[in-house]
């Protein structure tokens, strides 16, 4: 709905609600320094990156459900599928691990030692998985192996988003561009240079009417 946000500080994460003419701090969990977290889609789960592990905590009750390890280096980037059932980590080892959301155990993987992962999310149907890496490359893993991959240009991909409403998968850069990429993927985009720096998150409305950048600018 969109009465809360949840935010990384150096001493923990807190839990907000959005009022009229202010924003309130709920609760703060013991997770130092995070600098990635998400709301599932329903907005039940927290996910919240700590190193190389991924706390899930209840944003109902705020109890911590359960703490998802197996990556050896730092976790870049989580997503949850479109149905809340599954969730995707990859972290700069060149791990992609899916997590079942109801047992929160590893249900398969994929690792590619030759790259970091920079940036992941799935498709509209959650039946894909589509990450960025160190070496240009822009994945779709269907099951645990790569159904394809193109190359996503001269720049690093920082961060993804797919749009179901435009068949497309945005991506910001480090050079501050976003590329618009066609999807099926046959590595052909679009390119429009929105930033000054690196850009560090995109995040589409629900009703993909609007995309929103951040950038290191």
Known sequence: LGLQIVGGFTEKLKLCSLLVD????????????????????GGQFIAAVAQNGVHIYSSITNNHIATLRGHVGQVKAIAFSKDDRRLVTVSIDGAIYEWN?????????????????????????GNSILCSASDKMLREIVEGKIDKQVSCGPDVLTTIAFSSKHRAV???????????????????????????????????????EFLFSAGED
């Open 170 to 208: 945005f991506a910001g850069t480090t050079s501050g561009a976003i590329r618009i990429f066609e999807y099926p993927l046959t590595g052909a985009y679009k390119e429009v240079l929105v930033h000054a720096g690196s850009i560090a998150r995109l995040r589409l409305s629900p009703q993909d």
């Open 101 to 125: 959301t109801q047992t929160w155990q590893r249900m398969q993987d994929n690792v590619v030692k030759t790259c970091a992962y920079t940036a992941v999310t799935y498709d509209d149907q």
């Open 22 to 41: 202010d924003i309130r701090i709920e609760h703060g969990f013991p997770v130092k320094g995070c600098k990635e977290v998400r709301f599932s889609n």
